[in-house]
Every structure is written in structure tokens, then in C-alpha cells.
């Protein structure tokens, strides 16, 4: 019972954590049509920048700066890259994010080296919250929760509610038309841009010293965003957080489950044949295995309902 | 369609140009190294090469080996047995008698075949092995060559060490691994040892976890704790060891980490205060030996290589060894040619930078050396990676205590 609710606990905070990083994605993927490909790498900007800039002014400072400074990055990709290659279609936009990556991978690499970087939380927030089960939740966790919530809220809040989320709406979905009516739609498609990057950027601050900073860590955590964001559908920010909190728990309970598919099936008296490849998957510990499982699901529903879990429309 | 001529014209421009290069210097000995400079592992194989050239500046102007001095000559493998391949062709296309490799079983198993094939087929242009942090054991046992030597500890030398340095207090122990081969070899000798050596031990957990794909350590934190354990004892290195400990230290729980390589370059650094008194790591080298050991030749040796430009530490006294040995076989057989060169190493004996004894093993080409166990600590001269931590020794396992049975059945040529 203890593990189970620690389990819970574990998994709703890196959930929310996914949830940052998706969210951007989701919004530059859902609206532009554009699957970013280097969302990851912006992410680790976030984080060094962040790193460099609470070493002058501090780490509160730091997490306003470094997202608007990915935001404007973001802006710059957009104008002087994206918009060009858009009218390729959407495999150059595609490539053109991949190449992307490895450009930001390498000048990091070139600014800030290859070691990881010192990037350690405020000392204001290094403290025990509470005590659970005689296990700390840091509230440098805590924290982490807010301020997803808060992004969440917010950010749904502008989409959904204000006449600014209805202007990039009808952008996005009618661009001649909004064109015609007056409205800029190449500056919307860099808005929503740079917002998503700015996204990704505070996801940065905040998870560069909950994990680690170092050259890696876009490379690390790229596919399970791109995960959250097919499974949870296109165009929806609550199919993306229900997405996230999902991959979160299961991450979490897959590794404190001992059983394996044979275990399922033991009670029936079946036995299994000698040492084959068969035999190995069959008992294989699904904690061995549970870093694998976002990503059998993805396949799974791209086979069945390849929309997503909440998806407005097919890609 | 002038533009692609002009492209044309310039790669025929680009190859005359190549060819046409003079032949470097006649008289220099060239060594070939083989590493990850590209790619998540980069930041290893960076280190190393700065550190042989490190090495090998300060072995040329002590003289080089017969009178010439040696020249690095850097391949990137990108850690793939297929690009290790193709730099070996390089390196025997321009006839370089010796290359060196530090990072990854997958790629030394596949360099050791390829040598010994192509050695086999082309007697006037071979090309000698030396093996510097290939670590899975076999590669000196079932598939141990005349032409590979490992100036190494094979995980089995460094599981018989880490075991011997668990403090008798511990009795329950969480074995936590990445599943891969490297892994799963420090999982299987972990517990080999910890029968042979400590069966009063018991093992509360015993886990394999992918490789570099965990972001989130907390449920196996959770997991641990639920288990009892006082020790983990892991294998994991870089990312793996770096978020397991963060995480173990944000949720408060009290154990020991007893691993086999956090003081790998970047680990102090990512680690920090997390570890304090609790961290321990199984080392060729650390700045605080050869303050124990009162060998200031060594200590100065680190303190350059600290104060020359690196913001990192020395830990890989076995290069030094490498090279000192190649060059001392090399002397002996007035030769660098690679036969010559390999029967001179065989059974040669010296005392290495600390001088402790080291011998590379006739049967199996395995070094035979010591390795010391150190404790995370404020308490020490020397801090790693300017943490205010370093590495305070705790216990030494002597080449004597590490001198393990071999199942090498080694084919030499006539």
C-alpha cells in the first residue's frame, strides 16, 4: 500500500515535468502542423541559459529570463528558418527541425562544454516539504507541481478565452481568412512559435537541476515527448496532460513490479518450454523493461486510434 | 549544372590535394587512438585524447622510445564496432604500428578479431592492440589474442575490489545495473564475489534497468528503500549514477553508494554534496594516493595536469603505465615493429608511476594492477572538479589480490 501511493506520488511529479515539455510541443505541433524535432534541444538551452543566469542574479530571475530568451531563439527560428522552408511543405519543415538538433546539440557542446554543469536548485527550496511514508517529498517538487499547474491553467486560459487565443486560432486553421480580415498571420505563426519554445524553455530551468544539466539531455528526453504528444493527440492540451500523467505513473509502477507475463499465467498450470527466445519474454520482470512501455503504447494506438487518446483530427 | 561542375572540380581539387601531402616526418612513432569524439560518449573520449597527449607531450621530452618521439594520430569510432573497423583500415593503410582504444567491449571484441585477421594476412604491416578501458572480462579469456594486450582491470579485477572494500558493517546489499553487457558482466561478477568473499552479505535487490533511458530515479529510490537495503552496489555510470543519487538524496534516504565508476570524469561535478560519506568508487588513480602513499613525483604529475588548463582530475595512472610500458618494450626490442614489440611486453614487470608493481601476464595479456577504494569526502588535499569533495582512500587491493585465474588459450604466431 505504501509503495503504491509513493508510486503515485513519484509519478504525478515527473508526469507534470513531461507535461512542461510537452506542452510546447504540442501547441507548435497541433497548430503549425510542424513536428519540432529540436523541441528537446530547447529545452537544454533553457537549462544552461538558466545555469548562466542564476549564477549572476539568482534562480528566480533566471526563470523569467531563460524562457524568454528560448522564446526569442524560437522567434528567430521561425522567421529566418521555418517560414522559408514552409513553402517546401512540411517534410522540409521536418528536416529542417532535425538538422536543427544537431546544431544546437554541437554549439552547446562548443559554449558550455561537454561535463555537466553545477546547476543545483535555490537554497530556498532545498528543504524536505513533507515526510511521507519516512520518505522526503523535497519541495523543490512542490514547486515543480505549481508552477505545471499554473502553466496549464494559464496557457489554457489564453487558447480558450481571450480574443488573442481566437485570432491564432482561426489563423492557424483558416489562414487566408484571417489573412483577409486584416490580421497578420505570419506574426501568429512566430507568436505561437516562440511561445512554444518559451515553454520548453521554463521546462529547462526547472528540470535541468531537478535532473542534470550536461550535453545529453535533449538527447534523453526527445522521444518520450514525442510519445506524450502522439498518444495524447493532436490539438489537444488536455489529451497532452492526461498523456503526460499517464506515462508518469507508468513509468513509476512498472518499476516497482517485480512480476513478469508468466506470473499472469502461472496460476492457470501452464508450463513453459526450455531456454528460448519465447521463455525470456515471458518472464522477463516488467520493471526490467518499463522504460520501454510509452513507447509500446505508442504503437498501440497509432494502430488503433491513430488520432490520439483525446485528438480533434488525424494528422 | 555549372554550379555542380564547380562542385566536381573542386572535390577532384580537394583529392589531388590530399595525396599530394608530403609523408610526415619519417621518424616519428605513430600511434593510432580510437574513441568516441562525437556523439553522447563524446565527453569521455575528449578527456582521454587530452590526457595521452598530455602524457605522450611529457613522454617525448623525456626522450621519446629510440631516440624518436611519438605522435598521436586520433580516430573517432563514435563508439560503433563498424566505424572502429574503418579507422582500423585507416591506420594500417598508413602502416601505424600500434592503436590504442579506451571506450566500449563491443567495439574492443570487434577490434581484437579484426587485428588478429588482418596481422594474419598481411605479416610485413601488423599492427599491435593496446587496450585501455575494454573492460568486459572475456576479451581476456575466451576471446583473448596474441595481439591484443589490456593495460586495464577487467570488471572481474574491479568486482573482486569493490567487493573486498564493502565495510564489514554492511550487511544488505541492492545490486542495481544497466541492462547491457557491460552491466549485466558487473552484476554476474558482483555476485560471484560477494558469494565467495562475503557470504554473511545479503542481497535484498537485484535489478537491471535500461540503459541511459530512466529520467525519473524516484520509483527505484522508493523501491530501494522498501527493500532495507544499506548499500547499493552499482555499475552505473555518467546520467545513471548521477540522477540515481539525486534522487536518492531529495527523498532523505540513508544508504550507501558503493559503485565501481562515479569517479569518472563529470561525476563529482553532477553529484556534489549528495554524496558526502556515502559514495564511494573503485579507482586506478585519484590526487589523494600519492599523498597517502608520500610519492610526490605522482602528486606532481596530478597537480600539473590540474594546473595546465584541464578543469578536471587525473585518474588514469593505467595510460601512464601504457605508455611507459609500450616505450620500455619498444627500447627492449629495439623495434617498433609490432611482433617484436608484443613478445617484449609479455611478462614485463616494472613499478608504475606510484610504484606499485604491475605486470602485463604472459597468458592472457591481462595487466595485473592494484586499485584503490575511496569514500567521498570534505576531508581531503585534493577536491575533485573544484566540488570541495574528493576522493579520501580507504583501502588498497594490491595486483597480488587481484591476480585472478585466466581461461585464455592463446593461439601465438610461430
Not at chain 1, 480574443?163 to 486560432?169: C, E, K, P, S
Not at chain 1, 498571420?185 to 512559435?193: A, G, L, N, Q, S
Not at chain 2, 605513430?30 to 598530455?54: M, N, R, V, W
Not at chain 2, 585518474?315 to 617498433?336: C, E, H, P, R
Amino acid at each position: 500500500m505504501e509503495i503504491v501511493l509513493v508510486s503515485l506520488l513519484n509519478g504525478l511529479v515527473y508526469g507534470m515535468l513531461l507535461f512542461m515539455l510537452a506542452s510546447g510541443l504540442t501547441l507548435i505541433f497541433s497548430m503549425m502542423g510542424v513536428l519540432n524535432f529540436a523541441h528537446a534541444s530547447v529545452y537544454m538551452i533553457g537549462a544552461y541559459l538558466a545555469f548562466t543566469v542564476s549564477q549572476y542574479i539568482g534562480f528566480f530571475p533566471a526563470l523569467i529570463i531563460a524562457p524568454l530568451l528560448c522564446g526569442l531563439i524560437g522567434a528567430a527560428i521561425e522567421i529566418w528558418g521555418l517560414r522559408r522552408v514552409h513553402a517546401n511543405g512540411h517534410i522540409a519543415e521536418l528536416l529542417f527541425t532535425f538538422g536543427l538538433v544537431f546544431i544546437i546539440g554541437r554549439s552547446v557542446q562548443m559554449i558550455w562544454g561537454m561535463l555537466p554543469m553545477p546547476y543545483r536548485m535555490p537554497a530556498v527550496l532545498d528543504f524536505p516539504l513533507f515526510t511521507f511514508y519516512g520518505e522526503y517529498f523535497p519541495a523543490y517538487r512542490g514547486f515543480m507541481l505549481l508552477v505545471s499547474a499554473a502553466m496549464l491553467i494559464t496557457t489554457w486560459l489564453l487558447l480558450k478565452k481571450t480574443r488573442v487565443g481566437l485570432i491564432i486560432q482561426a489563423a492557424l486553421t483558416h489562414p487566408q481568412m484571417a489573412s483577409a480580415l486584416g490580421h497578420n498571420v505570419p506574426r501568429v505563426f512566430t507568436i505561437v512559435f516562440a511561445g512554444g519554445c518559451a515553454l520548453a524553455g521554463l521546462a529547462g530551468v526547472i528540470g535541468g537541476n531537478y535532473q542534470t544539466t550536461e550535453p545529453g539531455m535533449a538527447d534523453s528526453m526527445g522521444p518520450i515527448v514525442f510519445v506524450v504528444v502522439v498518444f495524447g493527440g493532436l490539438g489537444s492540451l488536455l489529451g497532452c496532460f492526461v498523456a503526460s500523467i499517464l506515462m508518469g505513473m507508468i513509468q513509476s509502477f512498472a518499476v516497482v513490479i517485480n512480476a513478469s507475463l508468466f506470473d499472469l499465467i502461472k496460476p492457470l498450470g501452464v508450463s513453459l518450454p526450455g531456454d528460448n527466445l519465447f521463455t525470456e519474454f515471458m518472464t522477463v520482470p516488467v520493471a526490467r523493461i518499463g522504460a520501454l512501455l510509452p513507447f509500446a503504447l505508442m504503437i498501440l494506438i497509432l494502430l488503433f486510434r491513430p488520432r490520439g487518446l483525446m485528438g480533434t483530427r488525424d494528422t | 549544372m555549372r554550379f555542380m561542375r564547380l562542385i566536381c572540380y573542386s572535390f577532384v581539387l580537394l583529392g589531388l590535394l590530399s595525396t599530394g601531402r608530403p609523408a610526415l616526418a619519417e621518424d616519428t612513432i605513430k600511434l593510432a587512438y580510437t574513441d568516441p569524439f562525437s556523439g553522447p560518449f563524446a565527453s569521455g573520449g575528449d578527456e582521454f585524447l587530452k590526457i595521452f597527449q598530455f602524457i605522450i607531450a611529457r613522454k617525448n621530452a623525456a626522450g621519446g622510445a629510440l631516440g624518436r618521439k611519438f605522435e598521436l594520430v586520433p580516430f573517432d569510432d563514435k563508439l560503433q564496432p563498424a566505424e572502429a573497423l574503418i579507422a582500423l583500415k585507416s591506420m594500417t593503410d598508413q602502416s601505424i604500428p600500434f592503436v590504442m582504444h579506451c571506450t566500449g567491449s563491443n567495439v574492443g571484441a570487434a577490434l581484437i578479431d579484426a587485428v588478429s585477421k588482418h596481422n594474419a594476412r598481411n605479416p610485413d604491416n601488423r599492427i599491435l592492440y593496446l587496450n585501455c578501458g575494454a573492460l568486459a572480462t572475456e576479451l581476456t579469456n575466451e576471446q583473448c589474442d596474441f595481439w591484443h594486450f589490456r593495460f586495464a582491470g577487467s570488471v572481474d579485477m574491479r568486482a573482486a575490489a569493490r567487493i573486498k572494500a564493502l565495510p564489514a558493517d554492511v550487511k544488505k546489499v541492492y545490486l542495481l545495473n544497466q541492462d547491457y553487457l557491460f552491466g549485466q558482466s558487473i552484476q554476474h561478477d558482483s555476485k560471484k564475489w560477494l558469494a565467495k568473499l562475503r557470504p554473511d552479505v545479503e542481497i535484498v535487490g537485484d535489478e537491471l534497468m535500461p540503459f541511459g533511458k530512466v529520467q525519473d530515479f524516484s520509483p527505484y529510490v522508493a523501491k530501494i528503500k522498501a527493500s532495507g537495503a544499506q548499500s547499493v552496489v552499482t555499475g552505473n555510470y555518467n546520467r545513471d549514477l548521477n540522477l540515481l543519487i539525486k534522487a536518492a538524496n531529495d527523498a532523505g534516504l540513508n544508504v550507501r553508494f558503493d559503485t565501481f565508476l562515479a569517479h569518472l570524469i563529470g561525476g563529482a561535478t553532477a553529484i556534489g554534496a549528495a554524496g558526502e560519506n556515502r559514495l564511494t568508487s573503485i579507482m586506478e588513480f585519484n590526487g589523494n594516493v600519492p599523498v597517502d602513499l608520500k610519492v610526490p613525483a605522482a602528486e606532481k604529475f596530478a597537480e600539473d595536469w590540474r594546473t595546465s588548463g584541464h578543469d578536471t582530475d587525473f585518474s588514469t595512472l593505467n595510460f601512464v603505465t601504457m605508455i611507459d610500458m609500450l616505450t620500455d618494450a619498444i627500447n627492449k626490442a629495439g623495434s617498433t615493429d609490432p611482433l617484436k614489440v608484443a613478445l617484449a611486453l609479455e611478462s614485463l614487470q616494472e613499478k608504475d608511476m606510484l610504484g606499485q608493481d604491475v605486470t602485463m601476464r604472459k597468458d592472457d595479456h591481462q595487466l595485473l594492477m592494484p586499485f584503490y577504494a575511496g569514500i567521498f569526502s570534505k576531508d581531503v588535499k585534493y577536491d575533485s572538479e573544484h566540488t570541495g569533495f574528493g576522493w579520501k582512500n580507504y583501502m588498497t587491493a594490491s595486483a597480488t589480490d587481484l591476480t585472478l585465474p585466466t581461461i585464455c588459450k592463446m593461439k601465438r604466431p610461430e
